[in-house]
């Protein structure tokens, strides 16, 4: 790779994370009245894939602290988007759930989602395989160097 391609990629990545920063500070309602964050609503995506996830489990999937993840739970409870039960295999540990209007949200945010990525998922779903596997590890080695 040239320096000057590099050099381009790195201008477009740089992009890509300001725009992505912007991102994350927007309030959205995605049609059920409850305006949620990007990392509420990906919390919620999380819970939603995972039911019965614990606090630990969320805050190392979503690569923040225990602390904020315990913050935004409390306001996802607050908000009536999901529900905390002590786990069945530890009563130290807690499990959580997305409520009716939490499944609601994560539905209504999926709809909206697929809207806005199906152009992307398109091109990639024509790239060969191999291509697919270069990105993922480029993301990956991208990851590694900002920890």
Request: aromatic share 2%.
């Given at each position: 790779m040239k320096v000057d391609e590099f050099k381009e990629i790195s201008t477009l990545l740089e992009r890509?994370?300001?725009k992505y920063i912007h991102m994350e500070k927007l309030v959205v309602d995605?049609?059920?009245?409850?305006?949620?964050s990007q990392p509420e609503i990906q919390t919620i995506m999380l819970i939603g894939e995972y039911p019965g996830i614990s606090v630990?489990?969320?805050?190392?999937?979503?690569?923040?602290?225990k602390g904020t993840a315990s913050q935004m739970l409390y306001k996802l409870v607050d908000k009536g988007l999901?529900?905390?039960k002590v786990s069945p295999?530890?009563?130290?540990?807690?499990?959580?759930f997305l409520t009716k209007a939490g499944q609601e949200a994560n539905r209504l945010h999926d709809e909206y989602h697929?809207?806005?990525?199906q152009p992307l998922y398109q091109y990639m779903s024509k790239l060969p395989k191999?291509?697919?596997?270069?990105f993922v590890k480029i993301?990956?080695?991208?990851?590694?160097?900002l920890d």
């Open positions: 890509v994370i300001h995605y049609g059920n009245g409850i305006s949620l630990t489990e969320i805050a190392k999937r979503r690569g923040i602290t999901i529900e905390k295999h530890s009563d130290a540990q807690i499990s959580i697929k809207q806005k990525v191999q291509s697919v596997e270069d993301i990956e080695k991208l990851e590694e160097s």
